[in-house]
Protein backbone atom coordinates (compact mmCIF):
# COMPACT_ATOMS: atom_id res chain seq x y z
CA UNK A 1 0.00 0.00 0.00
CA UNK A 2 1.23 3.54 -1.10
CA UNK A 3 1.30 6.38 2.02
CA UNK A 4 1.27 8.75 -0.62
CA UNK A 5 -0.24 9.08 -3.77
CA UNK A 6 0.65 11.82 -6.61
CA UNK A 7 -1.39 12.64 -9.39
CA UNK A 8 -1.04 12.80 -12.39
CA UNK A 9 2.18 10.08 -12.86
CA UNK A 10 2.56 12.21 -15.80
CA UNK A 11 2.76 15.83 -17.49
CA UNK A 12 3.62 16.85 -21.03
CA UNK A 13 2.97 20.83 -21.48
CA UNK A 14 3.84 23.47 -23.21
CA UNK A 15 6.51 26.03 -22.05
CA UNK A 16 4.35 29.19 -20.68
CA UNK A 17 0.92 26.96 -19.47
CA UNK A 18 0.31 26.30 -15.99
CA UNK A 19 0.43 23.32 -13.62
CA UNK A 20 -0.56 21.69 -10.43
CA UNK A 21 0.61 18.54 -9.16
CA UNK A 22 -1.10 16.60 -6.67
CA UNK A 23 0.27 14.38 -2.97
CA UNK A 24 -2.29 13.13 -1.08
CA UNK A 25 -1.93 10.76 1.59
CA UNK A 26 -4.90 9.23 4.46
CA UNK A 27 -2.34 9.66 7.03
CA UNK A 28 -0.82 12.90 8.97
CA UNK A 29 2.81 13.89 8.64
CA UNK A 30 5.27 15.88 10.91
CA UNK A 31 5.92 17.70 7.71
CA UNK A 32 6.29 17.17 4.02
CA UNK A 33 8.63 17.40 1.30
CA UNK A 34 8.86 18.22 -2.82
CA UNK A 35 12.05 17.23 -4.51
CA UNK A 36 13.09 17.49 -8.07
CA UNK A 37 15.26 14.66 -9.54
CA UNK A 38 16.72 14.70 -12.95
CA UNK A 39 17.48 11.66 -14.30
CA UNK A 40 20.89 10.21 -13.26
CA UNK A 41 21.32 12.29 -10.33
CA UNK A 42 19.72 12.39 -6.46
CA UNK A 43 16.90 14.17 -5.26
CA UNK A 44 17.14 18.23 -4.96
CA UNK A 45 14.83 19.53 -2.03
CA UNK A 46 12.86 22.49 -3.01
CA UNK A 47 10.79 23.05 -0.38
CA UNK A 48 9.42 21.48 3.33
CA UNK A 49 6.17 22.41 4.99
CA UNK A 50 5.09 21.54 8.61
CA UNK A 51 2.34 23.70 9.53
CA UNK A 52 -1.14 22.62 8.28
CA UNK A 53 -2.36 25.42 5.78
CA UNK A 54 1.27 26.61 5.12
CA UNK A 55 1.92 28.20 1.69
CA UNK A 56 5.58 28.70 0.56
CA UNK A 57 6.83 30.30 -2.54
CA UNK A 58 10.01 29.61 -4.86
CA UNK A 59 9.78 31.83 -8.07
CA UNK A 60 7.28 30.49 -10.11
CA UNK A 61 6.72 27.49 -7.92
CA UNK A 62 3.99 27.63 -4.85
CA UNK A 63 3.52 24.89 -2.75
CA UNK A 64 0.29 24.56 -0.27
CA UNK A 65 0.04 21.94 2.85
CA UNK A 66 -3.16 20.65 3.31
CA UNK A 67 -5.09 21.88 6.73
CA UNK A 68 -4.92 18.50 7.49
CA UNK A 69 -1.67 17.68 6.94
CA UNK A 70 -2.68 14.87 4.89
CA UNK A 71 -2.20 16.52 1.08
CA UNK A 72 -0.26 18.86 -0.27
CA UNK A 73 -0.09 20.52 -4.08
CA UNK A 74 2.37 22.20 -5.96
CA UNK A 75 1.96 25.08 -8.62
CA UNK A 76 3.90 26.20 -11.35
CA UNK A 77 3.26 29.06 -13.17
CA UNK A 78 4.61 29.76 -16.45
CA UNK A 79 6.69 26.38 -17.09
CA UNK A 80 9.50 26.70 -18.59
CA UNK A 81 11.73 24.15 -19.91
CA UNK A 82 14.22 24.02 -17.48
CA UNK A 83 11.33 22.93 -14.86
CA UNK A 84 11.51 19.74 -16.53
CA UNK A 85 11.81 16.64 -14.47
CA UNK A 86 10.54 14.42 -11.78
CA UNK A 87 8.36 15.65 -8.94
CA UNK A 88 8.45 13.70 -5.44
CA UNK A 89 6.84 14.33 -2.57
CA UNK A 90 7.95 13.19 0.56
CA UNK A 91 6.51 12.68 4.00
CA UNK A 92 8.02 12.40 7.73
CA UNK A 93 5.97 10.87 10.34
CA UNK A 94 6.64 10.43 14.20
CA UNK A 95 7.88 6.96 14.11
CA UNK A 96 11.38 5.42 14.56
CA UNK A 97 13.67 7.23 12.74
CA UNK A 98 11.48 9.86 11.17
CA UNK A 99 11.98 8.53 8.06
CA UNK A 100 10.95 9.89 4.46
CA UNK A 101 8.88 7.98 2.25
CA UNK A 102 8.35 9.15 -1.05
CA UNK A 103 5.34 9.05 -3.11
CA UNK A 104 5.33 7.74 -6.73
CA UNK A 105 6.29 10.82 -8.34
CA UNK A 106 5.05 13.02 -11.21
CA UNK A 107 6.66 12.62 -14.46
CA UNK A 108 6.41 16.92 -16.26
CA UNK A 109 8.14 17.60 -19.67
CA UNK A 110 7.90 21.03 -20.61
CA UNK A 111 7.96 21.49 -24.26
CA UNK A 112 9.66 24.46 -25.93
CA UNK B 1 23.38 22.95 1.10
CA UNK B 2 25.39 19.84 2.23
CA UNK B 3 27.81 18.11 0.45
CA UNK B 4 27.04 14.38 0.01
CA UNK B 5 29.03 12.32 -2.47
CA UNK B 6 28.84 8.88 -3.50
CA UNK B 7 31.17 6.21 -5.44
CA UNK B 8 31.43 5.21 -7.26
CA UNK B 9 28.71 7.07 -9.49
CA UNK B 10 28.44 3.79 -11.71
CA UNK B 11 29.60 0.07 -11.58
CA UNK B 12 28.70 -2.71 -13.83
CA UNK B 13 29.42 -5.87 -12.18
CA UNK B 14 29.28 -9.48 -13.30
CA UNK B 15 26.65 -11.91 -11.72
CA UNK B 16 27.77 -13.18 -8.29
CA UNK B 17 29.91 -10.63 -7.96
CA UNK B 18 29.60 -8.31 -4.69
CA UNK B 19 29.76 -4.25 -5.10
CA UNK B 20 30.37 -1.80 -2.13
CA UNK B 21 29.17 1.79 -2.39
CA UNK B 22 30.66 4.57 -0.01
CA UNK B 23 28.09 7.62 0.93
CA UNK B 24 30.37 10.10 2.59
CA UNK B 25 28.93 13.31 3.50
CA UNK B 26 31.63 15.86 3.29
CA UNK B 27 30.42 18.88 5.54
CA UNK B 28 28.37 17.85 8.18
CA UNK B 29 28.26 14.53 10.69
CA UNK B 30 25.30 11.83 9.43
CA UNK B 31 23.73 10.91 12.67
CA UNK B 32 21.64 8.70 10.88
CA UNK B 33 21.79 6.99 7.06
CA UNK B 34 19.04 6.06 4.89
CA UNK B 35 19.65 3.73 2.01
CA UNK B 36 17.00 3.78 -1.00
CA UNK B 37 16.71 1.92 -4.15
CA UNK B 38 14.97 3.32 -7.57
CA UNK B 39 13.98 1.56 -10.26
CA UNK B 40 13.56 3.37 -13.58
CA UNK B 41 10.95 5.62 -13.99
CA UNK B 42 9.89 4.77 -10.54
CA UNK B 43 9.99 6.45 -6.86
CA UNK B 44 12.74 6.10 -4.58
CA UNK B 45 12.59 2.87 -1.82
CA UNK B 46 13.30 3.11 1.21
CA UNK B 47 15.79 0.06 1.99
CA UNK B 48 17.54 0.45 5.33
CA UNK B 49 18.29 3.24 8.03
CA UNK B 50 20.95 2.76 10.22
CA UNK B 51 22.36 4.88 13.21
CA UNK B 52 25.80 5.53 13.94
CA UNK B 53 27.80 2.54 15.29
CA UNK B 54 24.44 0.42 15.26
CA UNK B 55 23.13 -2.37 13.20
CA UNK B 56 20.70 -1.09 10.01
CA UNK B 57 16.81 -1.26 10.30
CA UNK B 58 15.78 -2.84 7.36
CA UNK B 59 12.19 -2.22 5.79
CA UNK B 60 10.19 -5.13 4.84
CA UNK B 61 11.35 -7.13 1.84
CA UNK B 62 15.01 -6.00 1.93
CA UNK B 63 17.21 -8.76 2.42
CA UNK B 64 19.50 -7.68 5.08
CA UNK B 65 22.46 -10.70 4.39
CA UNK B 66 22.01 -9.10 1.00
CA UNK B 67 22.59 -5.54 1.69
CA UNK B 68 25.05 -4.74 3.71
CA UNK B 69 25.43 -1.54 4.99
CA UNK B 70 27.82 -0.25 7.57
CA UNK B 71 28.15 3.14 9.15
CA UNK B 72 31.23 2.97 11.38
CA UNK B 73 31.39 6.81 11.29
CA UNK B 74 29.48 10.23 11.13
CA UNK B 75 30.75 10.95 7.76
CA UNK B 76 30.68 7.42 6.52
CA UNK B 77 27.91 4.87 5.32
CA UNK B 78 29.04 1.42 2.80
CA UNK B 79 26.17 -0.63 1.08
CA UNK B 80 27.27 -3.69 0.07
CA UNK B 81 25.40 -5.57 -2.21
CA UNK B 82 26.40 -9.33 -2.23
CA UNK B 83 26.50 -11.52 -4.93
CA UNK B 84 25.24 -9.54 -7.07
CA UNK B 85 22.47 -10.64 -9.62
CA UNK B 86 20.90 -8.85 -12.51
CA UNK B 87 17.68 -8.02 -10.97
CA UNK B 88 19.86 -5.90 -8.67
CA UNK B 89 20.47 -3.11 -11.18
CA UNK B 90 18.97 0.04 -9.98
CA UNK B 91 20.21 3.45 -9.23
CA UNK B 92 20.94 3.56 -4.90
CA UNK B 93 21.08 6.64 -3.24
CA UNK B 94 22.12 7.73 -0.05
CA UNK B 95 20.53 10.20 2.54
CA UNK B 96 22.24 11.21 5.53
CA UNK B 97 20.87 13.16 8.28
CA UNK B 98 22.75 15.33 10.63
CA UNK B 99 20.51 14.68 13.62
CA UNK B 100 16.94 14.65 14.68
CA UNK B 101 13.80 14.59 12.76
CA UNK B 102 13.64 18.54 12.40
CA UNK B 103 17.19 18.75 10.47
CA UNK B 104 17.17 18.50 6.35
CA UNK B 105 18.18 15.09 4.88
CA UNK B 106 20.48 15.30 2.06
CA UNK B 107 20.71 13.75 -0.23
CA UNK B 108 24.03 11.89 -2.65
CA UNK B 109 24.20 11.90 -6.96
CA UNK B 110 23.50 8.22 -6.94
CA UNK B 111 25.26 4.58 -7.75
CA UNK B 112 24.15 3.28 -10.82
CA UNK B 113 24.77 -0.34 -10.47
CA UNK B 114 24.44 -2.65 -13.53
CA UNK B 115 24.74 -6.56 -12.94
CA UNK B 116 25.65 -8.48 -16.27
Known amino acids: TQLLEQSPQFLSIQEGENLTVYCNSS?????LQWYRQEPGEGPVLLVTVVTGGEVKKLKRLTFQFGDARKDSSLHITAAQPGDTGLYLCAGSKKTSYDKVIFGPGTSLSVIP | GAVVSQHPSRVICKSGTSVKIECRSLDFQATTMFWYRQFPKQSLMLMAT?????????EQGVEKDKFLINHASLTLSTLTVTSAHPEDSSFYIC????????????FGPGTRLTVL
Open chain 2, 95 to 106: SPREGGSTDTQY
Open chain 2, 50 to 58: SNEGSKATY
Open chain 1, 27 to 31: SVFSS
